[in-house]
Structure formats: C-alpha cells, structure tokens
C-alpha cells in the first residue's frame, strides 16, 4: 500500500476524517504486510485473547470469537446507529449477509460487503451442472434457490475446487469454495 507524502498507517487523510468527522481516533494495535502475514497476527491475536477492537475475520474466525465470548452482540447498537440507508444497503441482497453475521439472534459481526449489483460477471461450472443433471439457471433468483445452489455444495462436497464465482473490475470475489462454503450454505439456505 502507498501513502501520500508524508502519511503512513498510523497518519493518513482517512484516520484525520474519521477523527475530524465522527470524532474517532484509529490506532492500528499492528499492521501486517500481507494477508498471510494478517491471518497469523490474527491467529496469535485470537489466541492471546487480545483483540483489537476492529479487525476483518473469516467465518472459521468469528465462530472462534463467538464460542470464546471474546466479541459483544451488536444488535443495539447497528439498530441504533446505523442509517435507514445503511439498513437498506445491508439487506440488498436479501439479508443474505446480515444472516451470515447472526447468531442465536444476535448480530455478531458487521458484514464485509458491496454493492450486490457490482459484480460485471458470474461464472458457474457447468461440468458440475452436467455431472449432477442440473439445468444451466437464467436467473439470479435460479442461481440461489435453495434446491439449485446446495445441490451443487452437496453433489461436489468433496471437491474443493471453485463452483460460483463473481468477477468484479480484475478482482474475484463472492467465491463460493464447495469444501466450506457447506456449513455456510445450509445456514443460509435452511438445508
């Protein structure tokens, strides 16, 4: 990552706006170099039981947190804060995402998300398709019905290779990998 001359990680034009506009003062309790890097801080980070107070975590990692009691609910406070256009925003896609943050009724997380309608492409393999006599879907609504997309994690389970993917401006993204995207699918899709 590049900074402006003069800025860093700790001192930079997005913390200055955050601290002038909503009166908070981000200090970063580290910095890792790369996603590999960030995964092991967050790893020791989990194990040491000294969080930072805002960190992004995979599905694996917020089960930990959960059963660890090392994260609060969220639920007053996302209610509270929040704006009716962020509440709108964050159930575009249904309150797919929303769902993946809660647990026992409570939001846990905040979800990592985008625009649903930014991915350009959308892949599926249709060599799965063939393999488990699915037809091809015409439409989003198609594509994550609950019979059509499990039946894929379900058909393929042991596979781990790529079934869905999204493909926004160069990045993937949205990738559904078959081996953990199961657990995920069941809650999501009641299965």
């Not at 905040?110 to 393999?125: C, D, E, G, K, M």
Request: proline share 4%; net charge neutral; charged share 25%.
């Amino acid at each position: 990552m590049k900074f402006d001359a003069g800025e860093s990680f700790d001192n930079n034009s997005v913390y200055e706006a955050y601290e002038k506009d909503i009166g908070v003062k981000i200090t970063n309790q580290w910095v890792a170099a790369d996603a590999n890097q960030y995964k092991e801080k967050l790893k020791i980070a989990i194990a040491s039981n000294d969080i930072p107070d805002l960190m992004l975590v995979d599905a694996t990692q917020l089960q930990q947190l959960i059963e660890a009691d090392m994260i609060m609910d969220l639920t007053a406070v996302y209610d509270k804060a929040s704006t009716p256009e962020t509440k709108k925003f964050m159930k575009m896609d249904g309150g797919i995402q929303m769902k993946s943050a809660t647990f026992g009724g409570k939001l846990m997380a905040i979800p990592r998300t985008s625009n649903p309608f930014y991915a350009q492409f959308l892949y599926v393999r249709t060599d799965w398709l063939k393999k488990l006599s699915l037809p091809e879907p015409k439409t989003m609504q198609d594509l994550m019905t609950g019979c059509w997309f499990p039946g894929i994690l379900v058909g393929i389970a042991h596979d781990q290779s790529q079934a869905v993917t999204a493909r926004h401006r160069g990045e993937i993204g949205g990738t559904w990998q078959s081996g953990g995207a199961i657990g995920a699918a069941k809650r999501v899709f009641g299965g």
